[in-house]
């Protein structure tokens, strides 16, 4: 059997459909705004309308099409992906877009999320003779696709993704199509914008602004959304299910310029910290976040407890993706070029870390050294989430529950491991309330309740 986890993926998901633009400069420049969502392999595939080109690497976005000729990639339609996986393996077999061809034509597709039956599925298909190329997600949907036995492709959707659970924000691309598609719970988010004559769909909203397209709305969960030349068609195909939309894309994964379900992700993330500072107040002398994802939450902690807000820690945006081997003294080396604190302003003073989350707690640690060797006099560490109890099957890395600092421990043990004066986190209840929805987000990694049924784990009814 193989392990669900195994496919964990990050991932972000871009593609246009025109009439008459070349849209590969297009998807390059929407992969670039969301490159946050995934460092490892990235590709584009374009329909010219006879055929699918496409050019996909690992590495980044730049690094993948630097000094590749875009105009060898001539197309009005298209769609792109960028992608990062903790265990799938990062051989170029599973890079993205994944473009086939089957009794339902060319098809190309790009995906965004997990399916928690995926290993399921791959089994009794491999039973029946199918041969897999990658081990991602999306070739389970490809198979499936393929084999369906309706003959139109709406509906040959349909009956793929009625079989698969968990996770999926979907675009696929025919020759003369653009097709997205979110599941049910609509866990991973999809929003639909307008380039002049084009239509863009795009993992967040920070996307369509790089291009400068307008955000239409978001694709609802459940709903498909055909796009071709006669214009754009809705449907709800699954509907009636309760939402479950990740509470940690608020959190950490989005970018902060992004709208999340109409709501901007940087004052988001800045009243979660606020609420931290009501409910977890310290006396401190400056408040520093981590850069870059709990800036804002760091700057509405000081703000509400009119503390200064400081550059405690400067990061590094060059060091790219290391390679370096980890011997213990190099490992070091590693954090100090990632991040270094300023001297001048820790030193002797009472320090409040702001972090948006502590999954297996090596980062606040280290960051807690750091700031004690730079001579502050006390750290406080303050968490705008609550602590990261489970993993995430659903399209986050968040680690296996064996590796997660608060696997079995009280917020006690872990300020002892991490090695602050004092630690706090959110309840799911606060986060709940500072996100501004009370229920329909999901929570799992928190509580272990997710919106879809995991082996061995809970389904959360809302
Ligand atoms: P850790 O050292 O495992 O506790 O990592 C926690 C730190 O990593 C926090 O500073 C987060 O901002 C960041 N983080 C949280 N989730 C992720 C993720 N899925 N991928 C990469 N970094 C993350």
């Known amino acids: 059997m193989i392990e669900n986890d195994k496919f964990r993926e990050e991932c972000g998901i871009f593609g246009v459909f025109s009439r008459e633009l070349e849209v590969a400069p297009l998807i390059y420049y929407g992969l670039i705004a969301l490159q946050h ?43 792109g992906h960028v992608r990062y996986s903790t265990f799938g393996g990062s051989s170029l077999v599973n890079a993205q877009p994944l473009t086939f061809k089957c009794r339902l034509g ?72 653009l097709i997205a598609i979110r599941d049910p ?48 068609f809705s449907s709800t195909i699954f509907a009636g ?31 979660l910290g606020k609420i931290l500072a009501k409910n977890y107040p310290v006396q401190g002398d400056l408040v520093t ?39 213990q003294e190099l490992r070091n080396i590693g954090v100090s070029l990632k991040l270094n604190p300023v001297k001048q302003l820790v030193n002797g003073k009472r320090v409040v870390m702001v972090d948006d989350s502590i999954v297996r707690g090596t980062t606040a640690k280290k960051i807690v050294n750091l700031l004690r060797e730079a001579g502050a006099k006390e ?15 659903l399209g986050i890395d968040t680690s296996s529950k064996g590796e997660l600092l608060a ?25 709940l309330e500072g996100i501004g929805f009370t229920d329909g987000l999901c929570t799992g990694c928190f509580t272990g309740d997710y919106p879809v049924q995991i082996k061995g784990g809970k389904k959360l009814e809302i």
């Open 37 to 79: 969502r995934g460092q490892e392999s990235a590709g584009i595939a374009v329909s010219n309308g006879r055929e699918i080109l496409q050019k996909k690497g690992l590495g980044l976005v730049d690094e993948v099409f630097r000094g590749y000729n875009l105009e060898e990639l001539k197309g009005a339609l298209g769609i």
């Open 185 to 232: 719970h609509g866990i991973r988010p999809l929003v639909l914008g307008k380039y002049h004559k084009s239509y863009v769909v795009a993992s967040e909203t920070c996307a369509l602004d790089t291009i400068g397209a307008e955000f239409i709305r978001e694709i609802n969960p459940g709903e498909m959304v055909v796009i071709d030349k006669d214009g754009v």
């Open 407 to 431: 696997n079995s421990r009280d917020v006690e043990k872990m300020r002892e491991i991490i090695g602050a004066d004092s630690l706090a986190f959110l309840t799911e209840k606060e986060l």
């Open 289 to 327: 976040g981590v850069p870059d994802s709990s800036l804002s939450a760091a700057a509405g902690f000081a703000e509400e407890l009119k503390i200064p807000y400081e550059m405690g820690l400067v990061r590094n945006r060059y060091i790219g993706r290391t390679f370096i081997k980890p011997s």
């Open 241 to 271: 299910k309760c939402k479950g939309f990740c509470s940690f894309e608020y959190i950490y994964f989005s970018r902060p310029d992004s709208e999340l379900q109409g709501k901007n992700v940087h004052s988001v993330r800045k009243n």
């Open 106 to 177: 060319n098809l190309s597709l790009a995906h965004n999320g997990n399916l928690v039956n995926a290993g399921e599925i791959r089994e009794q298909l491999e039973g029946q003779g199918t041969i897999f190329q990658t081990t991602n997600d999306s070739e389970v949907i490809a198979h499936l696709l393929a084999k369906s036995t309706t003959s139109e492709l709406e509906g040959a959707i349909i009956s793929a993704l009625s079989q698969v659970k968990g996770a999926y924000s979907l675009l696929i691309m025919t020759l003369d199509k």
């Open 379 to 393: 750290v406080h560490v303050r968490i705008s989430a609550p602590p990261v109890r489970f993993p995430c099957h």
